[in-house]
Every structure is written in C-alpha cells, then in structure tokens.
C-alpha cells in the first residue's frame, strides 16, 4: 500500500521557520514528490516540487528564496524547509507524488496524496 505522511506543520509568528517532513512508503516505481498548499477558500496550488529523475525543482515564485525543498533517499523523505514564514503562507499543507514531475508541477491529479498538516502563521 502507498503512504504519504506528512509532519511538521504547526503555528509559528511570522518571520520564524518549519520544516516540514514526507516520507513515503510502498511505491515500486521513481514519483516525483510534491508539496501543495490549500488555504480556505482557495484552490490548491504547487509550492515545491522535486524531480525524482533529474533532481530538478520547482517553487512557487511567491516562496523562493524562503522555502527549500531537499531529500533523504535513505528515509525515503522529502523535506519542506520554510523560513521568513508570512501569514499569507498559512495553509494545510498536503504532499503528493506522481510518476509525471511536469503533470505534478501542474497539479493535474497527482497519483497520491497525503493527509495534509496545518500551518498557521500569526502576524
């Protein structure tokens, strides 16, 4: 069975710094890893994502240079390192994994999806 597992979320002021956690489990195929925000009333959008087969990345332009996405491929973990957080960026945070890094940037379906972890940045 495919499990995402999400952790790190919290509340932080602003300014401060997370470190969001993934670690799969149970895929026989390489997927792209993928972490994607949703705030309320809004649509989930890509934030970083982390090409499994040419180490490319992506960032929403509104988190570069302030989050950091990096892997542990002995713990099969993908981190989200979040600093200079702003209240904008409170959101459940989900990861996703897809076999097709272009599709996952896009976010068209990823194949799967975590069970999401709170973030809320106070002003």
């Known amino acids: 069975e495919v499990q995402l597992v999400e952790s790190g979320g919290g509340l932080v002021q602003a300014g401060g710094s997370l470190r969001l956690s993934c670690t799969a489990s149970?895929?026989?195929?390489?997927?792209?890893i993928g972490w994607f925000r949703q705030a309320p009333g809004k649509e989930h959008e890509a934030v970083s994502c982390f090409s499994i087969n040419d180490g490319r990345t992506y960032y929403l332009m509104s988190v570069k240079d302030r989050f950091t996405i990096s892997s542990d491929n002995a713990k099969n973990t993908v981190y989200l390192q979040m600093n200079g957080l702003k209240p904008e960026d409170t959101a459940v945070y989900y990861c996703?994994?897809?076999?097709?890094?272009?599709?996952?940037?896009?976010?068209?379906?990823?194949?799967?999806w975590g069970q999401g972890t709170q973030v809320t940045v106070s002003s």
């Open positions: 149970g895929f026989t195929d390489d997927y792209s």
């Open positions: 996703a994994a897809d076999r097709d890094y272009r599709a996952l940037v896009a976010g068209r379906g990823p194949d799967y």
